[in-house]
C-alpha cells in the first residue's frame, strides 16, 4: 500500500509527458524495442545541408531519431516541400504525386519480420495506387514491401518477393480526401501479414512471400516506379519501423504515441 501511494504522488508532482515516459517504462509495460528508424515531421527537417526548413521552403534532408539516418534527395525538382500547421497545428512535408521522394541510399530493413507505422494524409487522388514509404531490392523489380493507397484510396500494406505475384494487403474501409490516417503493416513471417488503418479496421493474406535482397529505403514512391505512375501526394507526418513484428498491444501503444505527438486520438 506504501508503495502504490508514492507511486501516485509521484505521478501527480510530475509533467504529464515525463509521467508517460515513466509509465513505458516500468517493469512489466510492453515497451516494443528493435526500432531501427523514427521520423516525425516536427523535427529535423532541413532544406540546405543541416538548416531547417520554414514553411514552403523544399526538403533535401529527414533526419530520424535513432542514430541520425537521414533520407535526403539531391535533385532539386525532386525535393517535398515542408508546411507548417498541418495536422492539428503541427507541420508535414507535402510530396506531389509526380517526382518527389526522399531517400537513405543503404537498407532499413532487410526483409521480414518487420513492422511499419505510417502517420500521412493523402491529398490526390489522380493515381489507382501511390506508394508512401517503401522498402526495396534496386536490383530486382520483384521484392519490396511498401506502405501505400490501393485502388483510388483503400489502405494498403503490399509485400511481395520475385517468385510471386504482388499481392496487396488492403483494409475493408475507404480513406478519404484530406484525411490523416495511420498505417501499420506488420510482417511476422512469409505467410502473416497484416494492415490497418489506424488502429482498429484490418486487412490479412497469408499468401505473400518474403522478399529478398532488400537494401534501400524510401519515402515518396516505391524506387523502381515510373514518375507519377506511383508516386505519393499527400503529407508524410511520422514514420517509425522496426524490424520485428509487434503484438497487438505493442501496436496499440506504438500508435497511441505517434497519434498523441500530433493530437489524434482516433
Known sequence: MLRLLSAILLTSLIPFSLEAVLVVKRPGAEDPGNLVGWWISTENVYNTGTTLATDGQTVDGFEDKTTGKEVTQTTSGSRPTFQTNELNGRPGILFDENDDFLELGSALITGTPCTIYVLCERN?????????????????????????????????????????????????????????????????????????????????????????????????????????????????????VYDVAHTSAQKTQVAKEMNSRFGRNP
Open 124 to 240: 490526390n487522388i489522380t493515381a489507382s495506387s501511390q506508394v508512401i514509404v517503401s522498402a526495396v531490392n534496386t536490383g530486382s523489380t520483384g521484392d519490396w514491401i511498401d506502405a501505400r493507397t490501393q485502388d483510388g484510396g483503400v489502405v494498403s500494406y503490399q509485400v511481395r518477393d520475385s517468385g510471386a505475384d504482388a499481392k496487396p494487403i488492403t483494409s475493408s474501409s475507404g480513406w478519404a480526401i484530406n484525411t490523416p490516417v495511420l498505417i501499420t503493416g506488420i510482417s511476422a513471417s512469409a505467410t502473416d501479414h497484416k494492415v490497418y488503418s489506424d488502429d482498429g479496421d484490418e486487412g490479412t493474406d497469408p499468401e505473400n512471400g518474403a522478399p529478398s535482397g532488400i537494401n534501400e529505403f524510401i519515402m515518396g514512391q516505391i524506387g523502381d516506379s515510373t514518375p507519377g505512375v506511383e508516386d505519393w501526394g499527400g503529407y508524410l507526418y511520422s514514420v517509425r
